[in-house]
């Protein structure tokens, strides 16, 4: 789909719904559930632009709408019941982001109550749709394909830290998208003939464990991959590149301004307020099985300058053109 097309598809939304479907919802407030792999803290602009997006089609928490918040803060084991829970309630719509096993949470919760996820994993292997044109059940959403992205994000690392014998891949075993990312990079590695090490962590011990055997092997860099658990320890990731002076690439700007080096992908806000945008039309009555999967086309390049600085580490002036931010 082009971009433009993909724009007019969510901003000429409105226009396009039935008058019956916004007279039906006049005095009536909805109960949703917002259900998230992350933690609440770190993600504010997440549900702000979640938010926004329901603005957009009519729909203010405390208006006509009230927001049902289930975290799961990472661990991913917690999400079934917390889906259940959700389904107890009877919300009208469960929002599941914050990686695909809230989406699998909810599906294996409910046939009946609509589903809009917010996934970087393929939904139609997963089994959350039929086809990312007709998704033919209960479900649908925004798929930002973050975690595909890994070879590209390690050749741009690549081009920043060039001399690295070797290059740390920082990911989480515990997320379904996990062999995928391997061998992304796996197949990377072996075209350009960059030796790596996979580092594994699904808890805060092991982060930390993590940037300790980067020390002692003398990795010159280090790609994050992709995961809403690394996600939300995004300040605690930065700090120990920082204090263990190593280049790294993440996944989302979010990481770039929390004063990482850099980071390649969608824009995270735009995701959630695609996600709040289709819960706001399944409320006016559009069905899940006839919206199709949204798939950002854009992708930003963000470069922290004044982290290069302190690391040392030199940004070509072809790579800050091809940057569509730069925090200086």
Same mark, same amino acid.
């Given at each position: ?16 719904? *039935? ?45 006509? !709408? ?5 975290? #799961? ?18 919300? &009208? ?21 609509? %589903? +809009? ?17 007709? *998704? ?7 798929? *930002? ?34 062999? !995928? ?10 075209? +350009? ?13 092991? %982060?930390? #464990? ?20 690394? !996600? ?5 990731? +930065? ?35 695609? &996600? ?19 798939? *950002? ?13 302190? !690391? ?17």
């Amino acid at each position: 789909m082009r971009r433009r097309q993909f724009i007019t598809l969510l901003g000429g939304a409105a226009a396009t719904w *039935p008058l019956a479907a916004r007279a039906q919802q006049a005095g009536k407030i909805y109960r949703i559930g917002f259900l998230s792999g992350r933690s609440p803290g770190e993600s504010a602009s997440a549900v702000v632009a979640f938010r926004k997006g329901l603005g957009e089609t009519g729909y203010t928490e405390g208006k006509n !709408l009230g927001i049902e918040f289930r975290w #799961a803060e990472g661990q991913y084991e917690r999400l079934p019941a917390l889906a259940a829970d959700l389904v107890r309630r009877q919300v &009208a719509v469960i929002a599941a982001t914050g990686g695909p096993a809230s989406g699998q949470a909810a599906k294996a919760a409910t046939a009946t109550i609509p %589903i +809009v996820f917010l996934s970087g994993a393929d939904p139609v292997h997963e089994g959350l749709v039929a086809s990312l044109n007709r *998704p033919g059940g209960n479900a649908t959403g925004v798929n *930002p394909l973050l975690p595909a992205m890994e070879g590209k994000r390690l050749g741009l690392l690549r081009e920043v830290v060039p001399n690295a014998a070797l290059i740390g891949v920082l990911a989480n075993p515990a997320t379904p998208f996990f062999d !995928l990312q391997v061998n992304d990079v796996q197949e990377t590695t072996r075209r +350009v003939g960059q030796q790596v090490h996979i580092l594994r962590a699904s808890s805060d011990e092991n %982060i930390e #464990a993590a940037f300790t055997t980067m020390a002692e092997l003398r990795a010159g860099a280090l790609l994050v991959c992709a995961d809403p658990f690394m !996600l939300s320890r995004r300040e605690r990731l +930065v700090a120990l590149a920082a204090r263990h002076t190593i280049p790294a690439i993440y996944e989302v700007r979010e990481y770039a301004i929390a004063g990482g080096l850099m980071s390649y992908g969608v824009s995270l806000a735009d995701a959630y307020r695609m &996600a709040g945008v289709y819960t706001g039309r399944i409320l006016n009555g559009e069905r899940p099985a006839e919206l199709p999967v949204l798939q *950002p086309t854009k992708f930003e390049l963000v470069i922290n300058v004044k982290t290069a600085k302190a !690391l040392g580490v030199k940004i070509s002036d072809d790579l800050l053109s091809l940057s569509d931010e730069v925090i200086e």
